[in-house]
Structure formats: C-alpha cells, structure tokens
C-alpha cells in the first residue's frame, strides 16, 4: 500500500509545488499592476496640478496685464481729462499712441467741419493733415463696428492713404480708425499706425483704444461747445467792436474805413491789410483804397504789394472768400514773404466792388472764427464804403466848388487859419500865399458866352491841380477857387522865393495853354500875387491883404506877370 501510494504523492507534491509557484507569480503580477497602476496615477495627478498651477500662472498674468492695461488706461484718462482746452487734451492722447513720429503718425479728425477738421495731428506733413478727411464709407463702418483696421494699407484698400504725403504712407504699416462716439452722435475719428500697449494683443489693444475713446467721448462733446460758444462769443465781441467803429463819428468818412480795417487785421492777427476798390474806368481795374502794416525798405515793399495785387485779382475773379496757407501760396507763384492770407470781396448789389486782402508772415492757417469774421466784415464794409463814399461826395460838394472841384472860399478860410495856428504851435516856419487872378475874363464872357467862361476856369483850376499834385502834393497844400475868376493856393512850409518859382510855373503853363470850346480855341493868362509869413504878414488877414495888394500891382502893372510882397518887391514876368 505504501508502495502503491508513493507515486501519487509525489505527483500531488509536484503538483502543488506548480500551483505555489503560479500563485506566487499571480501575486507577483498584481502587486506589479497595482503598482504601475499606481504609479499612472500618481503620474495624473502631477500632471493634473502641473496643468492646474500653469493654468493659475497664466490666470495669474492675465491678471496682472488687466491691471496694468486698466491702470494706463486710468492714468490716460487722468492726464487727457485734466486738460482744461480740448487741443491740449488731444495732444496728450496722440503722444500715447505715436511717442516717435519718425515711425508713425497720429489723427483727431473732427466731424461735421467743413474747414480744419483736423484738430491735432502728430507726426504728419502739412499737405497730408490739410487733406485728411473721413470718406462716408468709412464713416459708416466707423458707426457700425466702432473700429476700422487696414494692415499694409494701399489706395486701393483704404481710402485714407490717398490723401497722405508720400512720406507718410511710408509709415503706413498698420492703419486704425476708431470711432470717437458719444451715444449716437458721431463727434470725431482718431487715425494712428500704432496701437498700445506693445505687449497685448490686437483685440486687447482695439478693446483699450474703443474703451478710452467711449470714456473720453462725454467730455470731448461738452469741451467742442464750450470750444464753440467761446469762439462764437469773441467773435460776437469782436463784430461788436468793429460795429462800434462804424457807427462812431470821423472827421472824414475814409478815417472809418481805416480803422476798421486796422481793428480787423489786429483781430485775425495780420500783418498787412490793404482795400481795393473796383474802378470801371480801365477794365474793371482794381485800385489801392487804403493800406496799412508790412513796412519795410523798398524792395521788399513792393515785392510784398505785388503778392497782394495778386491775391486780389484771384479774389475778384472768383467772387468768393479764399483762405490761403503757404502751399496754397506756392500754387499762385507766392512763395516769398508772406506765409498765410485771407480775400474777401466786398460785393453789393450782387457784383464785386472791391477786394479786402490781409496777409501775414505766419505760415498757421486763420480759424473758422477768423474766416468767420473776415467774412461778416466784408459785408459790413459793403455797406459801409457805400455810406462812406455818400458821405464823401456830400461833403465834398459842401468843400469845393462846383465849377472848379477846387476848394471853396468858406474850405480856404478854413484851412488858412489851421496853418496859421500850426505855425502859432511853431510846427510852421513859413508859409505862403498865391492870388491868382485870369486877366479879361469879362471879355471872354462877353464874346464867347458864360459856358465859355466856365470852361476857361475848369482848365485853369485843372492846370492848378497839376501844378500842386507835381510840386507839393495835395496834403501839403491847399488850392481854391477865392472867388469870381480868383483863385487861390496855400503853401505851408513854403518860402517866398520858392513861391515865386510856383506862381511862374503855373503863369507861363496857362499861358501856354489852348482852350477849346465849340470850335473855337481860346488863350488866357493870369496875374499872381504872393504873400509870405512872416516877410509880408503875421497873421490870416495881413497875408490875404499883402497878396492882394501884390495882386493889384500884376494887374496895373500889365498884367499876365508876377508881383511879389510889398510895392518895393521886384516885378518877375514878362507879358
């Protein structure tokens, strides 16, 4: 029996020594597993908080760019809002966007103004800024969107680069428009090649840039009206002032005109203001009115007078208000001197009667409010030179005579005794006094016929016109009809002999002189008396007296000659 078992057990002992070792390696495996298992795990979960504390660094730098982006945005806010003039605070803005205008530029463009829309620019030439405006297209996509983005901008793709200076598009790698709008009124555009800050996205940067634009929109609205009703409010002033000055009293209508026209240069910061006056005489010729400021030595003078002789003619051709800066200038060969200019013709009755030119030096182009009241004066003068030229013929009718248009005898009495009180105030040393006398004029009227008569006195007192303007110039003297066939000159600063000189020159001129009337040619001569103070009279009466008894010694002496002074004087002339 033992025998017989010893097999079997040894087998069942083989047996169970193969399942010991199975189970072994079973428990082996799964200690392996579970141990790779966890190990896997213990991977994922390092994984897991890896991604979970990436995720809060970036969470955490998301943050700190909000802050720092919500921080420039409150500190630009601060420094635009604090800007007391609404240019000021565009500047500041600008400069955020463009510190360097060797690589960009930078716009505010205002809408709804038609003149200088742009209200600050950085970084742009003067012919891109004076062309810069805002195409309806764009304007509509502005309203829609809020933000226009252009990269590369081309013509064809944005319409603003075609309004730019060569050396500007240069500095169009990037082109943004963004909408400055207040609820839904539309108030301006800003335009820049750059976006802030450099670090943030494109969409971060449009979101600071749309959000400080809507910030800042409120009170650029209110700062444009206040902008407005002050500007409104000077130049309502400034009319005011300007009115004033024509409703003041002158001693001669032209002295109003003056100094209108001298406040009005002042106001729009002028240099020079010179009025031309339409004369219909030699072609629709235009002649100096009145001048004023821009003095320099000749050359320059008339180099400036002929730019304004220029820039009125365009006026006049054009009819119309013409604002000029100095590439505007360049265009109509102005390219000297003056830098910015203003023409305004003065119309009546629905045609051009004169032209108002103010110049300046400064190249800076005159306002809206400038322009404005350039305008406004302009009619106002239309008026005003209308009045003024009334009031001068009236009262030159009252002056002179009829006849003659020479001074008469009350305007001679007048303005010998101004001369006398000049020289009371010692500003006169000598002057002196002709009577002239035309020698028969019965005669003439008695052969002839008064029409006659009157034609031989309108020459003679146009030939003493001549002889003034050529020898003294009318400011200087003083030519009359004295009375009948008398005449009469006044010559402040003027000594006897020179006197003599005068009264010969006109003797022997109308001597020489053939008047016709009707067919028949008429000669007349002339007999002078002169009187000088002090040789021959203190005062007014004593003159008159001495050139009268001079007067009658020419006369009895033979007439058609010259006497001079007291009855001892030399007798000049011949017959």
Known sequence: MPGLLGPQHEALRATLAEGYVVALAMVCLMQYVYSMYRIKHARNLTSQFQRQVNNLSLEMMQIDRDRMIHRLENQILRDVLTQTECRKAVAVLLKRFVPNTEDGFAAFVR??????????????????????????????????????????????????????????????????????????????????????????????????????????????????????????????????????????????????????????????????????????????????????????????????????????????????????????LRQIDIDSLIGSAITVPVIQNGAVIGVVCITRRSPERLNETQRQLAAWSAEMLSNTISRALSLAAMERQARQDGLTELANRRTFDAHLAREFAAVRNGKLAELSLLLLDLDRFKSINDQHGHPAGDEVLRVAARILREIQANDLGPDRSTSARYGGEELALILPGVGQNRAVEIAEEYRQALARQVIHHLGVEIRVTVSVGVATFPVHGHDAQELIAAADEALYRAKTGGRNRVECGPPEAALLGAH
């Open 111 to 328: 809408f709804e103004v038609a003149q200088d829309p742009v209200i600050h620019a950085r970084g742009l030439a003067q012919e891109s800024i004076d062309a810069l405006g805002i195409s309806q297209e764009v304007r509509e996509q502005l309203r829609t969107y809020g933000a226009v983005v252009w990269e590369t901008p081309t013509r064809g793709t944005c319409p603003l680069v075609g309004a730019l200076h060569p050396s500007d598009r240069k500095k169009c790698r990037l082109l943004v428009a963004i909408a400055c709008q207040d609820g839904e009124q539309l108030l301006g555009v800003l335009v820049t090649t750059a976006l802030f800050p450099l670090t943030a996205s494109r969409s971060e940067q449009l979101e600071l840039t749309m959000r400080l634009m809507q910030a800042i929109a409120p009170s650029f609205r209110q700062s444009l009206e206040l902008e407005q009703q002050t500007s409104q409010l000077q130049c309502t002033r400034e009319m005011l002032e300007l009115r004033a000055i024509t409703d003041s009293r002158f001693d001669q209508p032209i002295r109003m005109i003056e100094a209108f026209l001298v406040r009005l240069c002042d106001m729009v910061g002028g240099d020079a203001v010179r009025l031309f006056l339409l004369t219909r005489e030699n072609g629709d010729e235009l002649r100096t009115m009145f001048r004023h400021g821009a003095t320099s030595h000749a050359g320059i003078l008339d180099t400036w007078m002929e730019h304004e002789e220029r820039l009125a003619q365009c006026s006049n051709a054009t009819a119309c208000l013409l604002a000029y800066d100095r590439p505007q």
